[in-house]
């Protein structure tokens, strides 16, 4: 049974920091790409940032230089460590796991920023 699931969400005030995890079983997780989707309430899901299977990444341009993914394959898990932290990042964050057709994702974690 695939699992992803995610953590470290919560209430930050602006300019804070959170990182995220997602925590994958179940999949053979180095044949994976991994992203990070954010949904805010009344807009459509969105990608965050992506990790390729050699680590190279990829980021949205809302959260370039704020925030980082990255990927320890060993302990099966994703990150994105998120600083200077915005109202306008508020939102649920998903983390998902794609290889070929496999497509997988997490229940999501909440992520607030406001003051």
């Known amino acids: 049974q695939v699992q992803l699931v995610e953590s470290g969400g919560g209430l930050v005030q602006p300019g804070g920091s959170l990182r995220l995890s997602c925590a994958a079983s179940g999949i053979n997780f180095s044949l994976y790409i991994m992203d990070w989707y954010r949904q805010a309430p009344g807009n459509q899901r969105e990608l965050v940032a992506r990790?390729?299977?050699?680590?190279?990444?990829n980021y949205a341009d809302p959260v370039k230089g704020r925030f980082t993914i990255s990927r320890d394959n060993a302990k099966n898990t994703v990150y994105l460590q998120m600083n200077s932290l915005k109202p306008e990042d508020t939102g649920v964050y998903y983390c998902?796991?794609?290889?070929?057709?496999?497509?997988?994702w997490g229940q999501g974690t909440q992520v607030t920023v406001s003051s």
């Open positions: 990790i390729i299977q050699s680590g190279s990444t």
């Open positions: 998902k796991a794609n290889w070929l057709f496999h497509i997988y």
